[in-house]
């Protein structure tokens, strides 16, 4: 061992190893029956409820194998890494086993000023910038108890819903993809580019943006962007329905998902399961509806629903959802308030560009924004929003400085990928594809 | 401050400085629930929101209350926050002592709707909670998390392994006293091993 490492040697105190050394801590990988516990074997088998599985197990342990699916292989959308069981071809028990991508975000987000958060949550769901943003930023301002006026409320609405078109496309692409369509990936790709380069064209960038940003948005829309929305609303649907030809009536398709990846409406709540996966289990919810936010209470849209809790079901919702998400564009783009895109407070919001070059105070206030941050005052707050994939949620502490003390998300696709167990357990591996599919994982927001 | 909406709980609190009833009472039934169910429960409304603060030996109790009889369907999430930078956080009418830890679990109940938030203050020396895992599944996978990130032992818990980082991985990152890391670079008049950054500590990377 070389000087440099011994001074990088770890001292850890009693208090950091005991919890480690007490705890039955061992592999995240998936052990043979005899090698782990009752209940974690249970988990991997999918049961939730007290429901009786056990028909399932017959199979002798000499017969069954332990494989890998991922973490590097196309069909688990990312770096997500399944330990399946198999009995020739039916899946025994699975285990995820998550944290590939795991970047230390939450950390990250300690080290970071509430002015440079949104750079940094927006990297989490990266198929869903947006809504990322937007959860960040009103946690921020229900600390700050700052209210964002009407027409930055309508752009944040817009961008949203937007970017839940965007995302729910991919997802049609991908999963078409898993199933071996790939007209339907060029489709839902050519789709999809259309709301990337209005995205482009609002933020300067097609993922990532920073767009939405505590205290309102970081720029107006562009010059002709009534144009633009108009346009992709009024391509878009006509598209869709063109595409969904392609699948609606498709016997292969819907043998494939007919019946595949069966998730109750009691095993979803008690797994947490949220968004199109449960609405596809046949629960009416969505928290634009329950805890209505950003003005989503003044449009019309409807939630829609399913009740065959398979892959089809979460096929249907996805695609009527698409429907609800272009009307509530339109109804922006009809009732698009005129004012600011940002608060006009001297707290939170820099001064205009243009003040910078006559005053010498806006420039200094410019300065010290951007190097110092402005205050949160202290507390703790739980902000949710509807993202494309379900419950997003940002739990944030603030101790008064300028710098998160806590930044926690709470990610859909966290909370569905450990759902997988309950619905792939059962079925063969061919369908464990396309459950995969079905639940939309992210893995930028699963391992963040 | 001056600009945050003013909630009822920061009155009750000021007439509380003034003389009146020591521990004020809850403005919301359910909080109400809780603190009359549960001995040496406090409450605190942040932002808008119930938070109800537990200590971990009636957590789990009260959990099973939650769900079977006030439809507590989903359990949201469960994280952990460390505040040691932070011991004088505002603990609502928590009579106890503050501690480093606190488990924060978010709650929902889908029919009505509405929220809670459960703060369970964990101990330093022994930070140990009950797992929930056993009344909602989605716990499972939570608590692996925080346990990972702050070491947090759920009692109970299945499969209590790390999630997010690897098997072998020492300490706990999202602690305050985890060193984020420092590359030992050599200055010309300093000598070697001088260290840019934060110093090593326990657990450092």
Redesign the interface.
Known sequence: MTQTHHSRARVIPPSVLRPVTQTDEGSQEMMRPGETNVVAVRRQRGIITNADFDELLDAPEDETMIINMGPQHPSTHGVLRLMVELDGEEVLRVQPVVGYLHTGMEKTAEDLMFIQGSTNVTRMDYLAPMTNELCFSLAVERLLGVEVPPRAAAIRVLMCELNRISSHMIWFATSGMDLGATTVMIHGLREREKILNFFEKTTGLRMNHDYIRPGGVAADLPDGWERDVADILDVLPPRIAESRELLDDNPIFQRRTQGVGELTREEALALGVTGPMLRASGVKWDLRKAFPYSGYDQYEFDVPTWDTCDVWGRYMVRMAEIGESVRICRQVLDSMPRGDYRVQDKKVTPPPRRRIDESMEALIHHFKLFTEGFKVPEGETYVAIESPRGELGCYLVADGGSKAYRQHTRGPCFVHVHALPAMMVGGLVADAIVTIAAADPVLGEVDR | ?S???TDPSEEIHEQDGSGAPAVPAPPDDLVSEICARVPGAGWEI????S?AICAPEHVEELCFWLRDERSF?????V?A??YL??WD??MGTWAGEPTRYEV?V?LLD?DT?R?I?LRVPVD????RCPTLSYV???A???ER?A?D?Y???FDGH??????????DW??????KDYA?G?I?VTFKEGG??Q?AGRP?????A
């Open positions: 401050m600009d945050r909406p942040s932002c808008g929101q938070v369907d989903m359990c949201v999430d994280t926050v460390d930078d932070h956080r505002s924060v978010n889908l709707p929220r938030r330093e020396d022994e930070p909602w599944a989605s499972d996978a939570a998390e346990f990130m070491g947090i032992v299945p499969n209590l392994t790390r999630i997010l980082m690897p098997d020492e300490g706990h990152p999202l602690r984020i420092a030992p070697e091993g260290v090593p500590g326990p657990g450092g």
